[in-house]
């Protein structure tokens, strides 16, 4: 299959189709990263920045580890202390790029919509690695991933996304995709963390974690986005985690097999309590870190792929 996008700038444009491609290019990739061998050549040839005007530990080693395994000349742009601080604009950052050729950009930005004016001035591939409160797109597919693969399908199941809905791009990408691919989705949380007009999206609201976890297939937990938050959102940590932490009671209440996930990092306590997230038998949130190289490799792979195809043209 040829991938349509030359961009990955978010799950909306992508079809059912587009979605299960990546999907499927990802079990080989986790089938190769499994091996003793664990490099490809999709990337050779090619450079690969990394731009992450926040701070990221797990999307930024894995977007590096997986650009590493493919083949690209792979350079990480420390973007705290680049020009940016000294008041260069996004579209000179732009400029600059184009002078150096890059064929794939990864970038994490604070501003919503950033990205996406990135890719309309650079001429290469663009890939979101989360930008404000809009999208994470690769997040959402390695939890579809993480998720098809624990349950054998990625459709017609319940899922609940619980926590601070309002301030997480995680969050919206997963109820794009999950929506897309006719899943039953409930999101959990306080009202005061939960976005107006979110029902528009074809969800369940609860605001009562018992009734929401009822039957449920998948329980996702989100982070409290504190640097994103600029009032009393929550009246204590110790009250939030009474009333919306994921701990063995509430658990209870979703279906015995139901599977707990989290994007990370984790506030123990906070929003899950520790055995549950180190539940062997429940948790896939280690899955989740594994399979974010994967899918991630397949996303580069597929976009290369366009790129070079476009440039022969």
Not at 186 to 195: F, Q
Request: aromatic content about 4%; charged content about 25%.
């Amino acid at each position: 299959m040829t991938f349509p996008h030359a961009h990955l700038l978010g799950i909306e444009p992508l079809s059912q189709g587009d979605i299960t491609a990546i999907l499927d290019l990802a079990e080989e990739y986790v089938t190769l990263n499994r091996s003793d061998a664990k490099h490809a050549d999709a990337l050779v040839g090619l450079t690969q920045i990394n731009m992450f005007f926040e701070n990221s530990t797990r999307t930024q080693a894995s977007f590096e580890l997986a650009g590493k395994r493919l083949g690209a000349d792979v350079m990480n742009m420390a973007m705290q202390a680049s020009s940016i601080k000294k008041g260069e604009t996004l579209i000179d950052t732009a400029m600059t790029l184009n002078a150096m050729h890059p064929d794939l950009l990864v970038v994490r930005h604070p501003q919503s919509g950033a990205v996406d004016l990135l890719a309309q001035k650079v001429r290469c591939a663009v890939l979101n690695a989360g930008d404000g409160r809009h999208e994470h797109p690769t997040q959402a597919l390695l939890d579809a991933l993480t998720i098809r693969r624990a349950k054998g399908r990625l459709h017609r199941l319940s899922i609940a996304i619980c926590g601070d809905i309002a301030h997480s791009r995680v969050a919206r990408s997963n109820i794009i995709l999950l929506g897309k691919m006719e899943n039953r989705v409930r999101l959990i949380g306080p009202p005061t963390l939960m976005p107006t007009g979110i029902a528009e999206f074809g969800v369940e609201v609860f605001d009562d974690m018992r009734a929401g976890l009822e039957g449920v297939d998948v329980v996702m937990m989100l982070r409290l986005q504190r640097e994103r938050m600029d009032g009393g959102f929550i009246p204590s940590e110790r009250e939030y985690y009474h009333r919306f932490g994921l701990d063995a009671e509430k658990l209870a209440y979703a279906k015995e097999d139901a599977i707990v996930m989290h994007p990370g990092p984790m506030n123990r306590g906070v929003e899950i309590d520790g055995e549950i997230a180190d539940d062997i038998n429940r948790s896939v949130i280690q899955d989740q870190v594994e399979m974010g190289v994967a899918v991630r490799m397949a996303a580069m792979d597929l976009l290369a792929q366009g790129l070079r195809a476009r440039r022969a043209a």
